[in-house]
């Protein structure tokens, strides 16, 4: 099936997450939980049915927990999403069962996994006899290799990178964008993953790109959105995360950042998905980033963005001024304080660049 722009006009999500109900696998529900709460109409998962969605994501007050797809299409459901992001994206044992009921009642079903529903036959079959749509959203369409063409685009950019995958990137782009528009600046978000897809309606998987093109199709968003002053795109993986490098650097390389806003979990010693290996020095990221973004374009950690959940606020703040001390950057986490510490430092960059 060829690549198929995902709309989010009219939708009524129910959020598949069934026996993954948790803030790290549950990544894409708790995403779209966050930032566009009121198109949800339910979280489907048998474990945790009847119980308080925020008490168990930190999110989505107020949205029932229902064991079954059926209950959450008679909550008005007319898109049955996929709510996990799991370790290579495959197909979670038991939610094609799930996807054949949502078909059945009438449901569009929105994938964000590796594993293709536009793969399997019986899926296409029963969606066109139901006249329902297959939405794979990690499907990209065919661009050329980068040719290193975003460097000579006349806007504001700014990439988030990681000192991990799963660390907040989304989110910090995402709230930038919210408070760079709420100051009245013309900005756009970039999406580059399948949760900010979903959320956003607009975007490319870069990990879906076969590697000589990831930074072309990086690229291609960059000289699509030529025309808006700001653009804040989405990041990936980390540069020294054996896993998810390589759309890293395609994203640095693709988009040619002027800044760069660097994000962090503060409970994290070690990889996501390799705990052997402890995480680098935060000084030692910036200059990592720093170093890597020189060839194509020369770019600089304007801030830093931490995750500070578990911490009670006299805690949090505590530990983002430390962060500040050590890098002698500002630091924010702009969901549970803002973006706005973080939006005057990109601003003030831009102004004496």
């Keep these: 099936m060829p690549y198929q722009p995902y709309r989010t006009d009219g939708r009524r999500m129910a959020l598949l997450c069934d026996g993954r109900l948790d803030v790290n696998t549950a990544k ?28 168990i994501v930190g999110c989505g007050k107020g949205i029932p927990i229902v ?59 029963l969606a066109d006899e139901r006249g329902v749509t297959l939405y794979d959203v990690r499907l990209v369409p065919e661009v050329p290799v980068g040719m290193n063409r975003a460097r000579t685009v006349d806007n504001n950019r700014v990439l988030t990178v990681g000192t991990d995958c799963n660390v907040g ?8 964008v919210r408070e760079f528009a709420r100051r009245g600046l013309d900005a756009q978000y970039l999406a580059t993953g399948q949760t900010g897809i979903m959320i956003s309606g607009t975007g490319y998987c870069i990990d879906r790109a076969i590697c000589d093109f990831a930074a072309g199709l990086a ?5 699509d959105a030529a025309d808006r002053r700001w653009l804040f795109i989405e990041g990936q993986g980390s540069i020294d995360h054996p896993a998810y490098s390589g759309v890293t650097l395609s994203l640095l390389h693709g988009t040619a950042p002027q800044a760069l806003v660097l994000c962090h979990v503060q409970s994290r010693a070690g990889r996501r998905h390799d705990e052997g290996t402890p995480l680098l020095p935060l000084a030692e990221y910036v200059r990592l980033y720093e170093t890597i973004s020189a060839p194509i374009l020369p770019a600089k950690v304007v801030g830093v963005s ?17 962060v500040e001390d050590r890098v002698c950057l500002p630091a924010a986490d702009p969901l549970r304080f803002g973006a706005d510490g973080l939006a005057d430092a990109l601003i003030a960059f831009f102004d004496g660049r």
């Design 28 to 55: 894409t529900a708790t995403g779209l939980l966050i930032w566009c709460p009121e198109d949800v109409a339910a979280v489907v998962d048998r474990d945790h049915a009847g119980r308080d969605l925020q008490q």
């Design 67 to 125: 064991p079954t797809v059926a209950e959450a299409a008679r909550l008005g459901a007319n898109q049955l999403v996929i709510g996990v992001a799991n370790l290579g994206g495959v197909m979670v044992p038991g939610y094609r069962d799930r996807i054949i009921e949502a078909i059945g009642l009438g449901c569009d079903v929105v994938n964000g996994l590796h594993d293709l529903l536009s793969d399997d036959a019986e899926l296409i079959r």
């Design 169 to 176: 990137k989304k989110m910090s782009t995402l709230a930038l």
């Design 219 to 223: 690229e291609k968003m960059v000289l």
């Design 306 to 322: 931490v995750n500070t959940w578990g911490l009670d606020e006299p805690e949090a703040r505590a530990e983002l001024k430390r």
